[in-house]
């Protein structure tokens, strides 16, 4: 008995193919695309970032710094103070990585220290940044305390007859006032940050929840693929495909009655993301997440989403003859494309390579475009590029969908 029902088991799973494939080929496939995109090593400090340092030319204090940076394989420019705000400009179209403005001279007193200014581009890579940080603290702390230290000096009388008591005494309280100095010192904020946007507007510090949300929420407009799929696959079993075709219904009609409230549904996800990330996530205590600027791009982007969510899904409707084979075809294509396009490992972390691939995802543009939005608070016209991708990639497979449907209703095939 046992042995028949095994048998009978292996058995079905020969004729499920697509299913077993999926057990396989899948976590291949996907541990493949995670492993590659995390593979990115430990050093994130890219010598072609573009870093002006604002200080004084005839000041040690900014040549000293300037030439450590330079050692660690940072491509540095030094300009002066006067040239701040074409320097901001310059970081605003994208001339310009980091903006560093030191306002301390050599010969400042370290109680009289004041934080570096670092100007920032909204979208700057995280991982990079916090590496550069790390670095700039490093280097500009060792400058100053090894500057101020070679300053310390205890003077003592010229009587050789001084008492050894007091000269002790005098030593450890230049000591004790040399360690407090210093301690105060590295107490105090090292720099601060202003970002700006490409109107040149200081906008409010990126967090976490400025990328989660609009991942997922493409992520899971795409996912509209599954009850696009059932609703086709389920005509196609019950003979309303042949019912169709010789009631003569036209392929592109039929289509477009499903097209308009699937894509509905896709806007009433975009406003209930936004709502939830509104409204839950500072209850939870995390940053609530806000759209910037005007709404319409907003509107536009979700748009071309869905379109090519709607398109995509619709292609996969119409290859699969089964609701399995639907979710083989279109589920493990919308997680490879999440893999890719920096819906599950941000794009700033991964190796150049992987960057190059993340540019062909389809969920890549939307991400980009809503990093833009977001962050730089860019204009329709500035995001027309990820638009147009998006819609010429929804409507290709729209346009192959319709072809295909087209042939089915033609031939009343029964799947």
Not at 38 to 54: E, F, H, K, T
Not at 134 to 162: S, V, W
Not at 172 to 190: C, E, H, I, P
């Amino acid at each position: 008995m046992l042995i028949a029902a095994i048998a009978k088991e292996l058995k079905l799973l020969a004729r499920d193919l697509h299913g077993v494939a999926v057990l396989f080929v899948m976590p291949i496939v996907f541990m493949l695309i995670m492993s590659a995109a995390l593979s990115q090593d430990g050093d994130n400090l890219r010598p072609d970032a573009r870093i002006v340092l604002l200080g004084d030319a005839d000041d040690a204090n900014t040549r000293d710094l300037s030439a450590a940076l330079r050692g660690e394989g940072w491509n540095v420019a030094t300009a002066a103070h006067g040239e701040a705000a074409a320097q901001q400009r310059a970081l605003q179209n994208g001339r310009t990585d980091l903006l560093i403005d030191n306002p301390n001279r050599a010969d400042t007193p370290l109680a009289d220290e004041q934080p570096l200014h670092l100007w920032l581009s909204p979208d700057a890579d995280r991982a990079w940044l916090a590496a550069a940080k790390g670095i700039l603290r490093q280097h500009y702390t060792r400058i100053r305390l090894d500057r101020y230290l070679a300053e310390q000096r205890i003077t003592l009388p010229k009587n050789p007859r001084f008492p050894v008591r007091d000269i002790e005494r005098k030593a450890n309280a230049s000591f004790d006032q040399t360690r407090d100095a210093v301690k105060q010192y590295l107490a105090q904020t090292a720099w601060r940050e202003t970002y700006l946007n490409r109107r040149g507007e200081a906008v409010q510090r990126p967090n976490s929840v400025q990328h989660s949300v609009p991942a997922w929420l493409i992520f899971g407009m795409f996912f509209i693929m599954i009850p696009l799929s059932n609703v086709m696959t389920a005509e196609r079993q019950t003979n309303t495909l042949t019912r169709l075709s010789m009631a003569r219904a036209p392929a592109s009609a039929l289509l477009a009655a499903k097209i308009i409230p699937y894509f509905l549904i896709n806007q009433l996800q975009f406003v209930g993301m936004v709502l939830l990330g509104y409204t839950v996530l500072p209850a939870l205590d995390m940053p609530a997440f806000a759209l910037s600027g005007s709404l319409a791009p907003y509107l536009l982007l979700s748009a071309a989403v869905s379109a090519a969510a709607l398109g995509y899904g619709l292609l996969v409707s119409v290859l699969a003859r089964s609701t399995e084979q639907a979710v083989v075809l279109g589920g493990g294509g919308i997680i490879i494309m999440a893999a890719l396009g920096g819906i599950m490992v941000p794009v700033h972390v991964m190796p150049d390579i992987m960057r190059q691939i993340a540019a062909y995802s389809p969920m890549g543009w939307g991400l980009e475009a809503f990093q833009k939005l977001l962050l730089n608070h860019y204009s329709a016209a500035q995001i027309a590029p990820q638009l147009l991708k998006l819609s010429c990639f929804g409507c290709a497979a729209l346009c192959v969908a319709v072809w295909l449907y087209r042939r089915q209703l033609a031939l009343s095939a029964r799947f």
